[in-house]
């Protein structure tokens, strides 16, 4: 099964240290969006990459940045991490253009734990 | 306010029951709605999407919209415990970001 992979699965990092999250989309794919979800909370976007650039972002801070690459696979970087920054990290593929017809495929996320 | 509304539960309901779940949104941009379906430590799976406002159907799932009242609702038919998860809106005005409510989480017992 081609689904969208996520790594690592869990990650344990401290205060001000910076944390590197990977994807790889679904086969076919050619968009990757990132969301955070806290516990007990709906994911929030964070930024969407297609072409090999951002194209939208949602209300994060500059801490948190990202890279596609041509085979679509995509990072999530976060620099000075905040205690606040513990939560669940989703990936999101889709094609792009398609989005709205059917859906977005996403991944079993990278629990993220600052101490 | 917030964008999308959502009861977050948690709802126990017997095995067998219809289940409804709701939300509600303020944006009437908004054009494309959706229901994932998250499991403990799993990501969001997509159980339906529609587009226009009434009603969708699938098996024992039904999405309704409401879109003069901003409201949308899913309905579980028969629940079984397998259907115990959260449950979660988003919504999209068409091609980039979704915007999810909390969640509601559903228990459904023996």
């Known amino acids: 099964d081609a689904g969208v992979t996520q790594s690592p699965t869990h990650l344990i990092k401290t205060r001000g240290q910076q944390v590197t999250l990977r994807c790889s989309p679904k086969?076919?794919?050619?968009?990757v969006s990132w969301y955070q979800q806290a516990l007990g909370q709906g994911p929030q976007f964070i930024f969407q990459?297609?072409?090999?650039?951002?194209?939208q972002r949602g209300n994060f801070p500059d801490r948190f940045s990202g890279h596609q690459f041509p085979n679509y696979s995509s990072e999530l970087n976060v620099n000075a991490l905040l205690l606040g920054d513990s939560a669940l990290y989703l990936c999101?593929?889709?094609?792009?253009?398609?989005?709205?017809?059917?859906?977005?495929?996403f991944g079993s996320g990278t629990r993220l734990t600052v101490v | 306010q917030k964008e999308v509304e959502q009861d977050p539960g948690p709802l126990s309901v017997p095995e067998g029951a219809i289940v409804s779940l709701n939300c509600t949104y303020s944006?009437?941009?908004?054009?494309?709605f959706m229901w994932y379906r998250q499991y403990s430590r799993k990501g969001p799976e997509l159980l339906m999407y529609?587009?226009?406002?009434g009603n969708k159907e699938d098996g024992r799932f039904t999405a309704q919209v409401d879109k003069s009242s901003k409201y949308i609702s899913l309905f579980i038919r028969d629940s079984q415990p397998s259907d115990s998860a959260t449950y979660l809106c988003a919504i999209t005005g068409g091609g980039n970001k979704l915007t999810f409510g909390t969640g509601t989480q559903l228990k459904v017992e023996l």
């Open positions: 999101a593929s889709s094609l792009w253009g398609d989005q709205a017809n059917y859906g977005y495929t």
């Open positions: 944006n009437s941009a908004f054009q494309y």
């Open positions: 086969s076919g794919h050619d968009t």
């Open positions: 529609t587009y226009s406002s």
């Open positions: 990459y297609y072409e090999e650039e951002e194209r």
